[in-house]
C-alpha cells in the first residue's frame, strides 16, 4: 500500500529555514514525480516545487524560486523541501504528492498525498 509521510514542519522566525522530509512506502520514487504542494487557512492548494521522475529535473512556482529546493534521495526514497528566507506568507499545511504521469497535471490529478505537515512562520 502507497504511503506518504512528511515530517520537518514547525514554528519558524522570518527569515529562518526549515527542511521538509517526505518517505514514500509502498512505490518507488523512479517510477513517479514528486511535488510539495501547500495550502494556508482560506486558500486553495499551491503547486510549490516538483521532481521529475525521469531525469530529476524540477520547477517551481514563482513565489519560492530562489528560496526553496526539491530533492531526492533514491536510496531512502525520500523527497526533500530545503526551505529558506522563509516569510509570514509561506505559513500552510505542506502537502507531499506523487505522481505516475507528469508534474504538469492539476493536484486532484496526482495519484498519492502524504497527511501534511503544518509551517508556520511568525515572530
Known amino acids: 500500500q502507497a504511503q506518504l509521510v512528511e515530517s520537518g514542519g514547525g514554528l519558524v522566525q522570518p527569515g529562518g529555514s526549515l527542511r521538509l522530509s517526505c518517505l514514500a512506502s509502498g512505490f518507488s520514487l523512479n517510477d513517479y514525480h514528486m511535488a510539495w504542494f501547500r495550502q494556508a487557512p482560506g486558500k486553495g492548494r499551491e503547486g510549490v516545487q516538483c521532481?521529475?521522475?525521469?531525469?530529476?529535473?524540477?520547477r517551481s512556482a514563482d513565489s519560492v524560486k530562489g528560496r526553496f529546493a526539491i530533492s531526492r534521495d533514491m536510496v531512502k526514497n525520500t523527497v526533500y523541501l530545503q526551505m529558506n528566507n522563509l516569510t509570514p506568507e509561506d505559513s500552510a499545511v505542506y502537502y507531499c504528492?506523487?505522481?505516475?504521469?507528469?508534474?504538469?497535471?492539476?493536484?486532484?490529478?496526482?495519484?498519492?498525498w502524504g497527511q501534511g505537515t503544518q509551517v508556520t512562520v511568525s515572530s
Open positions: 521532481i521529475s521522475r525521469n531525469d530529476g529535473s524540477t
Open positions: 504528492a506523487a505522481s505516475r504521469s507528469s508534474c504538469s497535471i492539476p493536484a486532484n490529478q496526482f495519484n498519492y
